[in-house]
């Protein structure tokens, strides 16, 4: 596709229940990551995926958080036993670089509510 | 370790004024250093990016910024503001060697602009 696809937009989830988000990057991009954005703060970043392969995976707060990419494109991050601190918004975002990041492209995110 | 210091959390302006949002960075390597724009419910934009080039760098919608080693800042500048830069303005940094970190972006705590009519 043209940009970086996340579904969905919006999330509302109660706590202790799981979710898991999609990112759709741009067509042959090789590198994914993940960033997470809490109210009034810049993104944080927590996982990176080149091709298939995660290759990074210190920002991921707990165990509950899992992300993957089994065929190279498509990426889910899965939150199990949600958490109200988990309430943020997920950015996705992707590069056609393998190391650098000069520049992703980032796309509109899911905004995640638990309650 | 890398960080990002965008003072003030929040800036106004005129419409038709200078436009100035300060970012001072911190990092034991050659920085890469970028700054994003981002509209409300969406996503982050590249606005521009020093990769050790140029130390002036211009970017889209008229904004530019300047390296400078010296005061570990990337001050980002427009010379006339329009309505239509409202928005939030995130600094970032990331390693500049090839090493393992060089794919990770660190981001400010961003700075809202706001344009006064």
């Known amino acids: 596709g043209a940009g970086v696809s996340q579904s969905p937009r919006y999330k509302v989830a109660k706590r202790g229940q799981d979710v898991a988000l999609r990112c759709d990057p741009i067509?042959?991009?090789?590198?994914l990551f993940w960033y997470q954005q809490a109210l009034g703060q810049g993104p944080e970043f927590l996982t990176y995926?080149?091709?298939?392969?995660?290759?990074?995976k210190s920002g991921l707060p707990s165990d509950r958080f899992f992300a993957e990419r089994p065929e190279g494109s498509v990426s889910t991050l899965k939150i199990q036993r949600t958490q109200q601190e988990d309430s943020a918004v997920y950015l996705c975002?992707?590069?056609?670089?393998?190391?650098?990041?000069?520049?992703?492209?980032f796309g509109s995110g899911t905004r995640l509510t638990v309650v | 370790a890398q960080s990002v210091t965008q003072l003030g959390s929040h800036v106004s302006v005129s419409e038709g004024a200078l436009v100035l949002l300060r970012c001072n960075y911190s990092?034991?390597?050659?920085?890469?250093l970028f700054w994003y724009v981002q509209y409300p419910n969406q996503g982050l934009q590249l606005l521009l990016k020093?990769?050790?080039?140029?130390?002036l760098v211009k970017g889209i919608n008229g904004f530019e910024a300047e390296f400078k080693k010296s005061e570990t800042s990337f001050h980002l500048t427009k010379p006339s503001a329009h309505m239509s830069d409202a928005a939030e303005y995130f600094c970032?940094?990331?390693?500049?060697?090839?090493?393992?970190?060089?794919?990770?972006?660190?981001f400010g705590k961003g700075t809202k602009l706001s344009v006064i009519p």
């Open positions: 975002a992707s590069s056609s670089d393998r190391a650098k990041s000069y520049g992703y492209t």
């Open positions: 067509s042959g991009h090789v590198s």
């Open positions: 995926f080149q091709n298939e392969a995660q290759l990074d």
């Open positions: 990092s034991s390597v050659p920085p890469y």
């Open positions: 020093y990769t050790s080039a140029a130390t």
């Open positions: 970032a940094v990331s390693d500049g060697n090839s090493g393992a970190g060089s794919y990770q972006l660190t």
